[in-house]
């Protein structure tokens, strides 16, 4: 009766004591990042996704939903991130505050649930709930967070911690039922992103350790041992699927737009970067200073001493790792948790410009915080047995990670105060020059805004974005020569821009040269079928020709387009009446 009584009374406190740190866990990221609800939307990626994206703004419908399904839209196949986003339309609108209060949302769900995986698999609950509370609170996370362009990272690791959960539960009650929720969870992680195509592989090293399935040590001879690897593998098989399907869409959305050749991104420069970059995380994991939303690629800048350095740091952890695998196999799977996962937005296969992503370390640098949590316990048990020591440190670095974060979150209030910062701690970073431009343009400061444009293309001449920026800035001045050279020089070097040629209609619409002008509207679409202000501008000029039936049907298709186009739906009713006056 006694023992009974003794087993509900720790039953009820261990519950209790669960209670308590997820109701930490919560506060402490709420107090940290409730902030981000009063933010901007930013000008980077936000309008690819939510404010200049129709489809998006369409909420959910028939037709949006069956676009989520069928684009590549954003150079990646992630229709779970984009019916994320139409709801949101449908619950906030063009609010900012619910879009990144969902990012939030989903945020602190991971945190919870990755408190829970590890308390199941160690029964370690405090070192399970100091886990949790780093990748909550730890600065590398702010930008996956506060970035609501960003959030394929929050949904894909929200489904890739219902697949780690749901594996749990099948190694307890192996069946075809509990297997199933891990291949579905999958899918559905890979549809938010790919960054989940390495999951069986950290599923596999999970068997290693803390489940213990795997009969296995690194550092004893195969003769030795009585190892279960290939079964294991094999129970990893039909996962496989999901993952090469997920692939093979990424490689198809990306090559035409995001991927770069190896003539721009020579391979060796790729692997140097790539090999410098996994220090880089360990070091900001470490100390989080000088974070940006866009770290500049410094091709054949890069040291090959870094990269050396890079190499000889990686293969001694890895080499550690392997001889202590018997004693600490927290720090084999620790280590290749975070080297395996992050491998998929290394750099080896180049899509974008950036050498490096805060937002990449978002489920990676959990294999980080394992090594530091269960590896700073081993090692303060070797100096105390005193439990206090441990705790206070412990508070001590959740503080300063709470302090620095809440900071890092505040630089995300508006692009100015982003794009300043991203030019303070980085140098030569163009694109923040760019789009701090875009910002001040935005605001009335031309002449800032031409700045920054021209400090963009000094760094990088070839720079579309810019070059494009400081055309339209020409086109407002009224300098239309100055706007053509730009807009023209932009499609010497991408032929295919059709947003270019629309701008050099504009130009030539402007100067009455209506022929020319339709030219360029028209090789604009040609380029891109769905571009709906080419025709528009298309359905302007054939009024003022008085060809009014067929401006009519330009206004028509532009506004089909994009069903939201009110420029396109006013000058339709202006044509109408002019249509009916004539009838008259």
Known sequence: MKNNSKTKHNFLRNRRQEIIICLVLITATLAVYWQITNHEFINYDDGLYVTENFHVQAGLTFESIKWAFTTFHASNWHPLTWLSHMLDIELYGLNPMGHHWTNLQFHIANTLLLFFIFFKMTGALWRSAFVAALFALHPLHVESVAWVAERKDVLSAFFGMLTISAYIIYVKKRSLLTYSFVFIFLSLGLMAKPMLVTLPFVLLLLDFWPLNRLNFALNQPSASQNSNLIPLILEKTPLIVPVVISSVLTIIAQQSVALKTLESFPLQTRIANALISCISYIGKSIWPSRLSIFYPYQGDFISLWYASGAVLMIASSLFIAVITSKKYPYITVGLLWFLVTLLPVIGIIQAGDQAMADRYTYIPLTGIFIIFTWGGSDLLKKWTNKKIVPAILAISVLLVLTAQSFLQATLWKNNITLFENAIKVTENNWLAHNNLGIALFGEGKFDKAIYHYKKALNIKPDSVGAIKNLGAAMFDKGNLKDAFQYFNKAIVINPEDFDAYYRIGRIMERQGKFNEAMRNFAEAIQI??????????????????????????????????????????????ILKRLMQQDEK
């Open 528 to 573: 891109n079928p769905d571009y709906a202000p080419a025709y528009n501008e298309m359905g302007i000029i054939l009024a003022q020709k008085g060809k009014l039936q067929k401006s009519n049907d330009f206004f028509l298709k532009a506004i089909q387009i994009e069903p939201d186009f009110k420029e396109a739906r006013d000058n339709l009713l």
